[in-house]
T-cell receptor, first 114, second 113 residues
Framework: DAGVTQSPTHLIKTRGQQVTLRCSPK?????VSWYQQALGQGPQFIFQ???????QRGNFPDRFSGHQFPNYSSELNVNALLLGDSALYLC?????????????FGPGTRLTVL | SQQGEEDPQALSIQEGENATMNCSYK?????LQWYRQNSGRGLVHLIL?????REKHSGRLRVTLDTSKKSSSLLITASRAADTASYFC?????????????FGQGTELSVKP
């Protein structure tokens, strides 16, 4: 049983560009969350998707957007990249949005903005 | 803002010793989860403890939860060099469905052979 998978592993972009990160949840999971982790910090919640809708959002600007597909996979899009967007982006999945279950994380995508 | 605060920020021990990490939080919770992270890679889920539980075990891990003090501790017994990692506690927000997690800054554990 594959766990949470993310692609790509690493990404280098320049300021002003746009980026799309992808996530496939663990089998049987229907809820996907995205987190940003800056170096030396704990992960910060970006947003969460369930039934193809954004259900909760953290304190991130509209440059951060996402999507969830019918197969529960998800994308995170970041427009107009800033140097400060350089971070590890983590995807987490969980089962049953309405229950407080374990969240399992993927290996992350390391984004570097030059 | 950060909900969880881990203590200490860094811990260095010898192989075979026990390691204890603490986490404090500010608001009520449904559950608290502990995660391990190796060298900036993905988070590995260790254990979830619900607000009505006081103690939970998993292998060499023991987690306690004191909701009156809004604190939790993670004990790793008989530590190994492979336990070297950053450890995070994460709490949920019981007033929002879906289990958005709020993380602390983490404890960096170094286990020397």
């Amino acid at each position: 049983d594959a766990g949470v998978t993310q692609s790509p592993t690493h990404l280098i972009k320049t300021r002003g560009q746009q980026v799309t990160l992808r996530c496939s949840p663990k089998s049987g999971h229907d809820t996907v969350s995205w987190y940003q982790q800056a170096l030396g910090q704990g992960p910060q919640f970006i947003f969460q998707y369930y039934e193809e809708e954004e259900r909760q959002r953290g304190n991130f600007p509209d440059r951060f957007s996402g999507h969830q597909f019918p197969n529960y996979s998800s994308e995170l899009n970041v427009n107009a990249l800033l140097l400060g967007d350089s971070a590890l982006y983590l995807c987490a999945s969980s089962r049953d949005y309405y229950s407080y279950n374990e969240q399992f994380f993927g290996p992350g995508t390391r984004l570097t903005v030059l | 803002s950060q909900q969880g605060e881990e203590d200490p920020q860094a811990l260095s021990i010898q192989e075979g010793e026990n390691a204890t990490m603490n986490c404090s939080y500010k608001t009520s919770i449904n559950n608290l989860q502990w995660y391990r992270q190796n060298s900036g890679r993905g988070l590995v889920h260790l254990i979830l403890i619900r607000s009505n539980e006081r103690e939970k075990h998993s292998g060499r891990l023991r987690v306690t939860l004191d909701t009156s003090k809004k604190s939790s501790s993670l004990l790793i017994t008989a530590s190994r060099a492979a336990d070297t990692a950053s450890y995070f506690c994460a709490t949920d927000d019981p007033y929002n469905q879906g289990g958005k997690l709020i993380f602390g800054q983490g404890t960096e554990l170094s286990v020397k052979p």
